[in-house]
């Protein structure tokens, strides 16, 4: 089945107790015994729900992976993957990531003793320069946010082969549709599906794929012992949400590209970031290990955070909101909203500036998208 069957197909389907087209919704917290020891296959949600299992078969599928597990939100999926290490374990993670991901390990993991190097991932010397011999795991975003810089999947799957290092990869930003990290060997992969999987801003969600019986075993464990998993409801609205996945993204990157293009025609504009311009210092690699660019697009204004503050005010059709991957446009400002958690010289570091400014281009027509931008970057606007 090619990726926009399984989308659609995948899981138990159509609904084998009547025949319902639309995978039903189990609202229901229990399952009746059919006798002492003898379930129809369910017995509690938190454990396991027909509604979610189609979810996660669908996300298994897309992924390429051996099992999904659908959470009830990203950060519930991160945090479950974290707990595959232990007290004393090390990670190397890349610099610039979500800045979610970044407090929990700063300010939550630490307490359990588990360290984290933030490395920029960009050449082997550095990655090997990090590894120590407590190092269990190497944590990905490629492309990363709110840079979109692109770390090369090859190079560090062979470098964690090499010293049996586990990765992990954030694909919320790329979706299945233009990256499958299993494929590359990644060993697990995490989603906010609050972003493109769902692609409608109306629930919060996360999943985990795995490649392994013994990593499904183990992330299941979890799942269930940590009761981080989604409510059926929430799993019913992703699964739509999925089914059309790969139209979306060639919308979000059309529109994208476009925007890219234009923003880098205008003045007071320091720097546009889309791995789709050429002269994006990971443009190879993303068209070698991607089949599209993604959906977002970050700039920096000449000038500091007043400048960025004039834009983002004069904005209409993009709204002023944190989250991406809705069919509505969005615009944030990293450093007050989404990256406010990160360190102010961390930020600095990997180069999140008081001028940037991140848009999650959404479905709209691209005229209308840039003719917004224009009127906002306007001087005197
Ligand atoms: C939003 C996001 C998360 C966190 O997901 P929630 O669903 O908000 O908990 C993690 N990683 C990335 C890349 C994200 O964009």
Same mark, same amino acid.
């Given at each position: 089945m090619e990726f926009e069957t399984a989308a659609i197909h995948s899981g138990v389907r159509p609904d084998n107790c009547y025949g319902a087209l639309s995978v039903p919704i189990y609202q229901t917290s229990t399952f009746v015994f059919e006798d002492i020891g003898k379930t129809r296959g369910y017995d509690y949600t938190r454990s396991g729900n027909p509604t979610r299992k189609v979810l996660e078969d669908t996300i298994a599928r897309l992924e390429g992976g051996h099992a999904a597990f659908a959470c009830a939100t990203g950060m519930a999926a991160i945090t479950t993957v974290l707990h595959l290490l232990k007290a004393g374990d090390h990670i190397i993670s890349c610099d610039d990531i979500y800045g979610g991901t970044y407090r929990l390990f700063r300010s939550v993991m630490s307490r359990f003793g588990i360290e984290v190097s933030f490395v920029c991932l960009r050449n &082997?010397? !550095?990655l090997e320069a990090a590894i120590r011999p407590n190092t269990r795991m190497i944590w990905l975003e490629t492309p990363s946010n709110p840079l979109l810089n692109i770390t090369d999947l090859e190079m560090v799957a062979a470098v964690a082969k090499e010293r049996k290092i586990m990765t992990v990869l954030d694909n919320t930003f790329a979706s299945p549709v233009f990256l499958q990290p299993v494929s590359f060997g990644i060993d697990l992969v995490v989603h906010s599906t609050t972003k493109y999987l769902n692609g409608h801003? !109306?629930?919060? %969600?996360?999943?985990i794929v795995t490649t392994t019986p013994e990593l499904s075993q183990e992330v299941g464990f979890l799942v269930n012992a940590m009761g981080v998993s989604q409510a059926p409801f929430d799993a019913w609205l992703v699964l739509r949400g999925i089914e059309t996945l790969h139209i979306r993204m060639a919308q979000h990157e059309?529109?994208?590209i476009a925007i890219a293009r234009f923003l880098k025609e205008q003045p007071g504009i320091r720097k546009v970031y889309y791995p789709g311009l050429p002269e994006h210092p990971g443009h190879e690699i993303a068209r070698r290990?991607?089949?599209g660019f993604g959906g977002v697009v970050s700039f920096e204004m000449e000038g500091g955070f007043e400048e960025a503050s004039r834009v983002l005010r004069g904005l209409r059709l993009f709204a002023l909101a944190?989250?991406? %991957?809705g069919v509505a446009s969005l615009a944030e400002h990293p450093v007050t909203m989404s990256h406010a958690s990160m360190s102010a010289?961390? &930020?600095q570091r990997?180069? $999140?500036? !008081? =001028?940037? $400014? &991140?848009? =999650?281009v959404g479905l709209e027509h691209t005229d209308d998208l840039t003719a917004d931008l224009a009127q906002a970057l306007q001087p005197g606007a």
């Open positions: &082997r010397a !550095d801003c !109306d629930v919060v %969600g996360g999943a059309k529109n994208s290990q991607m089949t944190e989250s991406l %991957g010289e961390h &930020r990997v180069g $999140i500036t !008081d =001028s940037l $400014i &991140r848009l =999650s």
